[in-house]
């Protein structure tokens, strides 16, 4: 958290400011700033604005201090945040196109790629308060444009910043993508939602996918953030109170490159435990991975945290022979509508004027446009390729999940603006059973009905927050297959819905497992015990 902090002040107390002061003899001082971030918008009578990493990674550049700093050059663009970003554009035009959710008005937005960086995540959200694309603490220049709301950051770290600015305001922010429990603190984040189960959750939930199966000698791999130490903690104790025990807990370090990627890996080919929980993300697990490939690890079984159980960044035929039968907890996964029509509407030659399509285009169809210097693709683009042509993680809406996240904010949004344009003065929740006014409305008073919003879903069920801003907290149960191309298939074997009795349903498909060795897990498992097994460590694998 120190950290964190230094950056902020960091970013305020030597950003190019834009600050204009005349003197008594009438000359003027200035500091001018030009904004680093890109950026999409549409206009509307309310904004909301949208801290999403279009690309994962940037290029780490050498600060010399005898120029001013360069720009952030992002690297990695990510298919699957580009769908976020169009499933955020569908719930707007949904909203905007009911005429039974906030009739004479129009939602807009504002979308900035953060790029994973947190000082670009703090950037993006201080020029949505601010309304233009310059950074000025304190002010909101587009007096008649009410702000919502911000959706993001995609990571917890990320978030906890984030969080306590908009907080100071009482803005309300909704992470789709933010599960560190530390954000579940409301005195601390009072404003702070998130469609995303909170960690407490999910780290009770990989314990118990562990203990269901009879592990009992287990490695614990963690990325060295908020959201791996406070994740990875609660796994320890889950486990080890139930008897089980750990053999060893690596960290990954983020501000490595390389992640310390060698020395993890060592330790985890040496290591006697078969089975090997993960709690990262997956831009920073991917060295890790790598360097498996490069020592050529086999014969683990490992348990993903929700962080990278989904991802398409291991789908690859390279991949399968260390991640085969890997199992872990993802977020729930929710289907959308029309939404697979929507993603096919892009077409190059009309929308490449816009920001992020060229780049969008460049990346499915693996080609480069004439206009680009230096490509790298293979072939260059023509502009007539067709989206129904190609199958990618893009135009893949089997299993939404973060998008479906990103969507389910969108809609929370319009619901609790919604509600607070539907309410009749004399029974309102306001002083003197007052109503708050939709076109000047106040951040805390939107917060209220934030609160209180029920959310219909296309499952059926009713979204909510309780009163810590966290959602009912579901999972599903995945394992990696590999596939007849090769590539690894996620293939959904069970379910945790903590909404149940008793803490939860724990059920798993047990007939339809595969680990990494091709066998298939029969029969029924029964977690461990606490009595004859607490302090009892063995080696022990199926």
Not at 47 to 64: A, E, F, M, N
Not at 368 to 377: I, R, S, V, Y
């Amino acid at each position: 958290m120190e950290t964190t902090w230094k950056v902020f002040w960091a970013l305020l107390l030597f950003s190019r400011i834009p600050v204009a002061y005349s003197t008594s003899d009438g000359s003027e001082c200035k500091l001018m700033s030009t904004s680093e971030l890109d950026w999409i918008s549409q206009p509307g009578d309310i904004v909301i604005g949208v801290i999403i990493p279009l690309h994962l990674d940037r290029i780490y550049q050498k600060v010399s201090f005898e120029k001013g700093p360069s720009r952030t050059m992002c690297t990695m663009f990510h298919l699957e945040s580009y769908q976020q970003i169009q499933a955020l554009k569908f719930a707007i035009q949904e909203i905007n196109n009911n005429t039974s959710i906030l009739p004479n008005l129009t939602l807009g937005y504002q979308v900035y790629d953060s790029c994973n960086v947190l000082h670009y995540d703090l950037e993006g959200t201080l020029q949505v308060l601010t309304g233009f694309r310059t950074v000025i603490p304190n002010y909101r220049c587009l007096l008649d444009i009410p702000l919502g709301g911000v959706i993001g950051a995609a990571v917890s770290s990320n978030s906890l910043l984030l969080a306590h600015v908009l907080g100071l305001f009482r803005y309300p922010q909704i992470s789709h993508f933010s599960t560190s429990r530390l954000l579940s603190d409301r005195t601390k984040f009072p404003s702070f939602f998130r469609t995303v189960p909170s960690d407490a959750f999910q780290s009770q939930g990989l314990a118990k996918l562990v203990l269901y199966f009879g592990w009992t000698w287990v490695g614990l791999v963690a990325v060295e953030n908020d959201y791996g130490h406070q994740g990875i903690q609660l796994v320890k104790q889950e486990i080890v109170k139930a008897g089980a025990c750990v053999a060893f807990t690596e960290y990954i370090l983020v501000s490595r490159a390389d992640r310390n990627a060698q020395q993890i890996v060592k330790i985890i080919k040496k290591s006697s435990a078969k089975v090997i929980i993960v709690f990262s993300t997956e831009l920073d697990f991917i060295p890790i991975a790598e360097e498996m490939l490069r020592q050529n690890m086999r014969e683990k079984i490992f348990v993903a945290s929700e962080g990278w159980s989904t991802s398409s960044l291991f789908s690859a035929e390279r991949f399968a022979p260390v991640f085969s039968g890997t199992i872990g907890l993802a977020l729930y996964s929710g289907s959308i509508p029309g939404f697979k029509h929507f993603l096919q509407e892009i077409h190059s030659f009309s929308d490449l004027r816009q920001p992020w399509v060229k780049l969008f285009w460049e990346e499915v169809f693996n080609c480069t446009f004439l206009d680009m210097e230096n490509g790298t693709k293979s072939r260059r683009c023509l502009g007539t390729e067709s989206l129904t042509n190609v199958q990618s993680s893009y135009n893949d809406v089997s299993n939404l999940r973060a998008t479906y996240n990103v969507y389910t904010a969108g809609h929370v949004f319009g619901k609790a603006l919604n509600d607070l344009q539907t309410c009749k003065n004399g029974e309102g929740p306001f002083h003197n059973k007052t109503c708050a006014d939709i076109w000047t409305f106040k951040p805390w008073q939107l917060l209220y009905y934030m609160k209180k919003v029920e959310v219909m879903l296309s499952n059926g069920k009713v979204f909510y927050f309780d009163e810590n801003g966290d959602p009912p907290a579901v999972y599903d149960i995945v394992n990696w297959k590999q596939g007849p191309e090769g590539t690894i298939q996620l293939v959904k074997v069970g379910s945790y819905d903590t909404t149940t009795p008793r803490n939860g349903i724990f059920s798993i498909k047990t007939d339809v497992l595969l680990w990494d060795n091709g066998d298939r897990q029969v029969g029924l498992v029964i977690c461990i015990m606490k009595n004859w097994m607490r302090r009892i460590c063995f080696s022990y694998s199926r």
